[in-house]
């Protein structure tokens, strides 16, 4: 597509529920890289990968965090167990390739709410 | 380890002065790339700017200008006769030249820009 596109653009959700998050890059963007930013903050990495396999992971804040690239294309970033905590915005951007030069372009995010 | 600082958290300027956004950084590597974003009241981060570590040299766009300093570790970016449209969150970035490691966000400085 001609931009990032993620869905749902905004999730309200139950503590404890599990929650699914899209997010469709840049066609030919090999890296997809998951950010979430709270209220007032900048920016945190979360996952990011390079086709089909995390490249790194480091981010991830905990075992109820998972995301998957199957077909390298497509992104789900999957939160198990929510809780009111992970309420933030949900950021996908993509780029050409993975290296330090290269501009990330940024979806507008999923806004979650755990009630 | 890498950080980006930007101590001014808000910002509040009358239209038609001009203002400055500070950014302060911290990385340990000789090649690395310093980043620019916007996001105004719709989410999206959009990209303004890239500079690499070996090119100190000033660059204005239009009203923007940036000043890189690698003496002082900074990047600040001034907006010249600011204007309403120039409302947003504006965010500085690091990544390292090498490998494949993530974007680096300051928290943001929210600009309002009064009419």
């Known amino acids: 597509g001609a931009g990032v596109s993620q869905t749902p653009s905004n999730k309200v959700t139950e503590k404890g529920k599990y929650v699914e998050l899209r997010c469709d890059p840049i066609s030919g963007h090999t890296a997809l890289y998951w950010y979430r930013q709270s209220l007032g903050q900048g920016p945190e990495f979360l996952i990011y990968f390079q086709g089909t396999g995390a490249a790194d992971d480091s981010g991830l804040p905990n075992d109820r965090f998972f995301a998957v690239r199957p077909e390298g294309s497509v992104s789900t970033l999957k939160i198990q167990r929510t809780e009111r905590g992970d309420s933030a915005v949900y950021l996908c951007?993509?780029?050409?390739?993975?290296?330090?030069?290269?501009?990330?372009?940024f979806g507008a995010g999923s806004r979650l709410t755990v009630l | 380890a890498q950080k980006v600082t930007q101590a001014q958290t808000e910002i509040s300027v009358v239209e038609k002065e001009d203002v400055t956004l500070d950014c302060v950084y911290e990385?340990?590597?000789?090649?690395?790339?310093l980043f620019w974003y916007k996001q105004p009241p719709s989410g999206e981060l959009v990209f303004l700017i890239r500079?690499?570590?070996?090119?100190?040299q000033n660059e204005i766009s239009g009203r923007y200008s940036w000043n890189f300093q690698k003496s002082t570790s900074s990047f600040n970016f001034t907006i010249t006769a600011s204007q309403v449209v120039d409302s947003a969150v504006y965010f500085c970035?690091?990544?390292?030249?090498?490998?494949?490691?993530?974007?680096?966000f300051g928290k943001g400085t929210r600009l309002s820009v009064i009419a």
């Open positions: 500079r690499n570590s070996f090119d100190e």
């Open positions: 951007a993509s780029s050409l390739i993975p290296a330090g030069a290269n501009v990330l372009t």
């Open positions: 970035a690091l990544r390292r030249g090498s490998g494949n490691t993530p974007l680096v």
């Open positions: 990385t340990r590597d000789t090649t690395y790339y």
